[in-house]
């Protein structure tokens, strides 16, 4: 897959998923907009792909903000002209019995990872719309948004909301060309890898548990504009992990 000269964003790229998929998209051609809250761990996302030959911006941005959203996105399209892809990435989780769990707290949750996820996609759309083959948006749910654990209701309604919204999105944004999928990992492990033990990979069906490039693969796949015929759908990339029955002996 060649996306070559394509302007990508994708929020929350200084760690983790989000952070292998923008050096994924540069190392594939593109021109990378790095959109994350801390400044300096942006910066240095940026720092290290522009090492490696790619090319790559950070723009400080609270997705919380509307204005910080806005601002993203003109500054984007003032660098490079147009934005063909956007990767809404960019989220928080608190495990917190909800019998504690503050208005605050759940707000702030919301906010993060499903407002943003609207705000994000409504600015992207007024820039995609003026190119020739419009663009492409996948937002990052999650396995938890169809199966839970307990004290997750808050970033749980947010990624069910997610699944739900980008179906929405990708019906409303078709006259303009634009495709809205979305991705539900499970278990990526983005920090200590090497320390799984062999019952953590033994749940998974594929054998293993997923790194962050599992996602990014799954990104490549729904914004590659030769999949132009896939859109408003939920693609799970779990190893198989939701789909195994377990039974207590």
């Known amino acids: 897959m060649n996306f070559q000269d394509q302007v990508v964003v994708v929020t929350g790229a200084g760690s983790g998923i989000g952070k292998t998929i923008a050096e994924q ?5 593109a021109k990378v907009v790095i959109a994350e809250l801390n400044a300096e761990t942006g910066n240095e ?7 490696q030959g790619g090319e790559a911006v950070s723009i400080q941005t609270d997705v919380r903000e509307p204005n910080d959203i806005i601002h993203l996105f003109q500054k984007t399209n003032e660098m490079y002209g147009k934005v063909n892809i956007l990767i809404n990435n960019a989220g928080v989780s608190r495990w917190k019995d909800p019998l504690e769990l503050t ?5 702030d949750i919301i906010h993060t990872n499903l407002r943003s996820v609207f705000l994000c996609s409504r600015e992207a759309a007024k820039y995609m719309k003026k ?3 419009g663009g492409a948006i996948v937002n990052m749910a999650s396995t938890r948004a169809f199966m839970s654990e307990p004290h ?12 739900a919204l980008s179906h929405a ?6 006259p303009y060309r634009i495709r809205v999928n979305s991705i539900s990992p499970g278990w990526i492990e983005t920090k200590n890898y090497d320390n799984l033990t062999e019952i953590d990979h033994a749940q998974h069906p ?3 548990v997923g790194r962050p490039i ?8 729904l914004t590659d504009p030769e999949n132009d015929f896939i859109t408003g759908q939920n693609i799970v990339i779990d190893g198989g992990m939701t789909i195994k029955m377990i039974y207590e002996e």
């Open 169 to 174: 999105l990708a019906v409303s944004f078709s």
């Open 152 to 163: 997750s209701e808050a970033y749980a309604a947010t990624k069910g909301g997610i699944v």
């Open 206 to 208: 594929a054998g293993r």
């Open 45 to 51: 996302v940026a720092r290290q792909i522009k090492t």
């Open 214 to 221: 599992d996602i990014a693969k799954g990104c490549f796949y």
């Open 25 to 29: 998209y540069a190392k594939k051609g």
């Open 131 to 133: 190119n020739e083959n």
């Open 103 to 107: 208005v605050e707290e759940w707000e």
